[in-house]
């Protein structure tokens, strides 16, 4: 089975920088046609919420609250997606997940990476 393993996750202050990646094992190149890779992340108390999603072509998606703060971008070589997080908020306090899913039969989760933003 396909497995996704995230890091880059840690404590920063406000307006500080992070940048998550998140690398698929288990998967050979044909898994990225036809593709959608996002970051999706989950605070105390809140809902899971998608954060950021690009798909196997390079077309990207966000979240209105980190437009402008972050950027996705995927190396299909590597089987790798990140997270780029400027000028980050208290409130983007959460544990962020990395998602695969390909069609409709196929999604997978990673295990996240715990973002903290305090001064």
């Known amino acids: 089975q396909v497995q996704l393993v995230e890091s880059g996750g840690g404590l920063v202050q406000p307006g500080g920088s992070l940048r998550l990646s998140c690398v698929a094992s288990?998967?050979?190149?044909?898994?990225?046609?036809?593709?959608?890779m996002a970051w999706y992340r989950q605070a105390p108390g809140k809902e899971r919420e998608l954060v950021a999603g690009?798909?196997?072509?390079?077309?990207?998606n966000y979240f209105d609250t980190v437009k402008g703060r972050f950027t996705i971008s995927r190396d299909n070589a590597k089987n790798a997606v990140y997270l780029q997080m400027n000028s980050l908020k208290s409130e983007d306090t959460a544990v962020y997940y990395c998602?695969?899913?390909?069609?409709?039969?196929?999604?997978?989760w990673g295990q996240g990476t715990l973002v903290t933003v305090s001064s």
């Open positions: 998602n695969l899913k390909v069609g409709a039969a196929f999604e997978v």
């Open positions: 288990g998967a050979s190149r044909i898994i990225w046609s036809r593709n959608v």
């Open positions: 690009v798909t196997n072509d390079g077309e990207t």
